[in-house]
């Protein structure tokens, strides 16, 4: 196990469900933190509850639909923190609807929060990432990465594209010794479940913490085992379908 105290982490989405959690776990590790949301106000909770633990935390909060605010975000990590070990791409939007109902605005959308601004951040933060012994990008895909739901095709458009990107840079920045992950759960219980999975036993729902657990393990086991993707199901799913 390595320890993490004094690294910096860019979470993106930290301002509630998965990233407020993963927020939480790394700042008790004692990671530096700089937390992005769509806006200032959504992220000052997260900001106060984490400072009251002791950590150091910047807001970023930027809207990522915007092409420019990744290269902002980076400049700003930066100029404040002097670089970036941990980058978590965790940010997504969801719009439950069958494709031929879905408009071009709403496609654009899935696609530039959930599968551009990770592109862009990644590609903006691998200079530093190169300088750091703990360089991790950890990329929060989803169950529909890899297989396809009804009234979910934009989202799983993008979250395909999103698995595209983490395969072919995983191995394009192998040899700089930057370990890119793919987490791709199914069933968290956070405002984006209730919207697109309201039909779910809200009892049988995992938990965000459980998925930052798994984050914690991944960054403070970095040994000569790699895992490129976790896939995470409910426990109530048949295993393996
Ligand atoms: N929940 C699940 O069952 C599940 C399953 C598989 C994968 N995932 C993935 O897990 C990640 C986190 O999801 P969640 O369930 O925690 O969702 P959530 O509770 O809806 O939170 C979404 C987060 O993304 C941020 N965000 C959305 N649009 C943004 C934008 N344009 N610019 C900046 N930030 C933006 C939100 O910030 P604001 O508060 O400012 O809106 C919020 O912090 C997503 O990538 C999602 O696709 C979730």
New binding site residues.
């Given amino acids: 196990m390595i320890s993490l105290e004094g690294k910096v982490a860019l979470i ?9 959690a993963i927020a939480t776990d790394l700042a008790k590790a004692g990671i530096r933190l700089a937390l ?4 200032e106000k ?2 000052e909770e997260t900001r106060r509850e984490l400072v009251k633990l002791g950590a150091e935390i910047l807001s970023c909060p ?4 915007d092409s420019g ?1 990744p290269e902002v975000l980076i400049d700003r990590v930066v100029g404040h923190f002097g670089g970036i070990d941990i980058l978590i791409n ?5 719009i439950p609807k069958p494709i031929v109902e879905t408009s071009i605005e709403e496609w654009d959308l899935h696609m530039a ?2 599968a551009r ?1 990770p592109f862009l951040l990644s590609r903006g933060a691998i200079p530093y990432l190169k300088k750091s012994d703990a360089a991790t990008i950890i990329n ?5 990465g890899y297989k396809g739901y009804i009234n979910q095709g934009a ?1 799983t458009a993008s ?1 395909h594209a999103l698995m595209g990107i983490t395969k072919v840079l995983a191995q394009e920045v192998h040899q700089d010794d930057i370990r890119v992950y793919t987490i ?10 209730s919207k ?2 309201p039909d779910l036993d809200t009892s049988e ?2 938990k ?1 913490k459980e998925i930052s657990d798994i984050i914690m393990f991944i960054l403070t086991h970095r040994g000569n085992a790699m895992i490129d993707q976790i896939n995470v199901h409910r426990f109530s799913n048949t295993p393996w379908i």
């Fill in positions: 993106t989405g930290a301002s509630r469900g998965i990233g407020k992005n949301s769509s806006t959504s992220i930027g809207d990522l639909a605010t965790n940010a997504g939007v969801a929060v959930n601004a929060i895909s989803s169950v529909v989202y979250k791709a759960p199914g069933g968290v219980f956070t405002d984006m479940v697109m999975r729902l995992i965000p």
